[in-house]
């Protein structure tokens, strides 16, 4: 876990525990959006290859601190056959180097870079390092990942907007249910603070009157084991995925999206809405779908005669992204090791089961729901 | 005006060090990109690039690689060796190659982990040279 409120899930806990908020900064000409960064990042220590640091950008640079990170807390730094791993990261790739393009074009007008090819190419080709386009293949996240922690299975980066890392926990569950691999580094990175990202949001009129967009970097990679791999090893145990799903709202209400991947995400691991104990919803302040979310929760949640008798008053939220940033893409994963982390306290006798679910809402309506649980809920399963 | 040879060698030293992910004490102009830096293909590119925007000047092809022959000549290889007059002419451009490496002899394939930072430093000074050259019509 990399996040503008510290490196490791206890140190985030705490510093969100004692009311911190993320340092942040005001963008010129806009008051729309703020930019919460990660200080004293040094990439160098998490790259075993450190001359591959020039082919990479932040985001990638995070993907793979967190990617080790987890690796060594999952105790498998050591396990060194990894032929058989899985790479799956989620990105929104939207951070596009425009500064260097500009630079590359230099003053020419903007009309003469596109309608004169020739042009453009000797600007592009004479004046951009040839290895920006290694930099900025949206596939770079996965693949740094994959060559610095030599996981040399299938590789995957998913690069579906806001929604991409919690659907890349999602992926590699189903490829791990499906029995395809047994081991997956799954996770989401994300460091949209380039002039591209901020001038989007900036401009988007649906953030225009709400309070400033709070816009921030991190990444958050899990290692997912099949339970039975993960307890032939005697592996520590974070919690459990049990179910996924996905919708999108192209054409229809972003409402009944959100909802429907909800549903059908619970229905996937077999549990009703009225046994989620924590639930990390997408939305936070300025989120362009966060009215949709609440109404689609709410009728999520609302009272029906099937299982009302387990159906909790309100369930935990787990909502910080007001205080960590958005981060987009690594939101996702965020959120869902912090609700982990709050099923995980949920373990005494007598509490309702440490079931949860997570949430992601991408900026044109795309919807990915996660239903987790805790250690807990996993005894009842031996 | 053209910088010196030393301060071309101290400009490249330093590219090729940022280039490598090296400190520029650890880089000496006697050094084998590949074989004592461990630069590989796409690091050509890159320092070609950081060369060519450092110095404001464009390279032809191969032009920043170029060695003391040309390897498609069969004056100078005989069945992908090098033949004991180019390995001569070579070793006359780099008497501070560490030419024990080659024991057995020298091969087209070889090539490459010849060029060092001087090799580097001799083509863009030669290129600077005709740059500064005034144009005959």
């Not at chain 1, 510093?15 to 960064?37: I, N």
């Not at chain 1, 791999?229 to 009944?256: K, N, P, V």
């Not at chain 1, 919803?281 to 989120?287: D, I, K």
């Not at chain 2, 005006?1 to 060698?9: A, D, G, I, S, T």
Request: with cysteine.
């Amino acid at each position: 876990m990399v996040t503008t409120l510290g490196m490791d899930r206890a140190e985030v806990r705490g510093r969100l525990a004692r009311g911190e908020v993320a340092a942040s900064r005001a963008v010129p000409a806009t008051s729309t959006v703020r930019v919460a960064t990660i200080d004293r990042f040094e990439a160098r220590t998490f790259f075993r290859q450190p001359k591959a640091i020039k082919l990479t950008d932040r985001k990638t640079q995070l993907a793979v601190a967190a990617a080790v990170r987890a690796v060594a807390d999952a105790g498998l730094a050591e396990e060194h056959d990894r032929d058989e791993w899985a790479t799956v990261l989620g990105c929104s790739a939207s951070d596009l180097q425009v500064e260097e393009l500009a630079h590359a074009l230099g003053d020419s007008t903007p009309r003469r870079a596109i309608a004169d090819l020739g042009f453009f190419a000797d600007r592009v080709l004479g004046h951009l390092n040839p290895l920006w386009l290694l930099v900025n293949l949206p596939n770079m996240v996965g693949a740094h990942v994959g060559i610095q922690l030599a996981s040399n299975g299938p590789n995957h980066t998913l690069t579906g907007d806001w929604v991409a890392g919690t659907q890349a926990l999602g992926e590699a569950y189903l490829a791990l249910s499906a029995g395809e691999r047994d081991v997956a580094i799954a996770g989401g990175a994300d460091a949209p603070l380039d002039p591209f990202d901020l001038g989007c949001l900036a401009s988007d009129p649906r953030l225009a009157g709400a309070p400033p967009f709070l816009l921030a970097e991190g990444a958050t990679v899990f290692v997912l084991e099949t339970r039975e791999r993960a307890r032939r090893r005697g592996a520590r145990e974070l919690g459990e995925i049990h179910g996924y799903s996905s919708a999108a709202a192209m054409t229809g209400e972003a409402d009944d999206a959100i909802h429907r991947a909800a549903k059908d995400a619970l229905a996937a691991a077999g549990w009703c809405a009225g046994q989620i104990a924590a639930l990390a919803p997408a939305g936070c302040p300025a989120h362009p779908f966060e009215r949709a979310e609440r109404n689609a929760l709410r009728t999520l949640l609302q009272p029906t005669n099937e299982g009302a008798d387990l159906r909790p008053a309100d369930p935990e939220r787990i909502e910080f992204k007001g205080r960590l940033g958005h981060a987009l893409a690594a939101s996702g994963p965020i959120d869902a090791a912090l609700l982990l982390d709050t099923l995980t306290e949920r373990t005494a006798p007598g509490h309702r089961p440490a079931r949860g679910l997570a949430l992601a809402v991408g900026t044109l309506g795309q919807c990915v729901a996660l239903a987790v649980a805790g250690p807990d809920d996993m005894e009842e399963a031996r | 005006m053209k910088p010196n040879r030393e301060e071309l060698r101290r400009q490249v030293v330093s590219l090729v060090a940022d280039a490598l992910d090296r400190d520029a004490t650890e880089v000496s102009p006697h050094d084998s990109l590949i074989d004592d830096l461990g630069a590989e293909s796409i690091d050509f590119l890159d320092l070609q690039f950081r060369i060519e925007s450092a110095f404001g000047l464009k390279f032809r092809d191969e032009e920043l690689w170029r060695g003391s022959f040309d390897p498609n000549d069969r004056r100078w290889v005989v069945d992908g060796r090098l033949t004991p007059e180019a390995v001569e002419r070579v070793r006359q451009r780099q008497p501070d190659y560490p030419w024990h490496r080659f024991a057995q002899g020298v091969t087209v394939a070889d090539l490459p982990r010849l060029l060092t930072v001087d090799t580097m430093v001799e083509q863009l000074e030669s290129k600077l040279t005709a740059a500064e050259a005034p144009k005959t019509t």
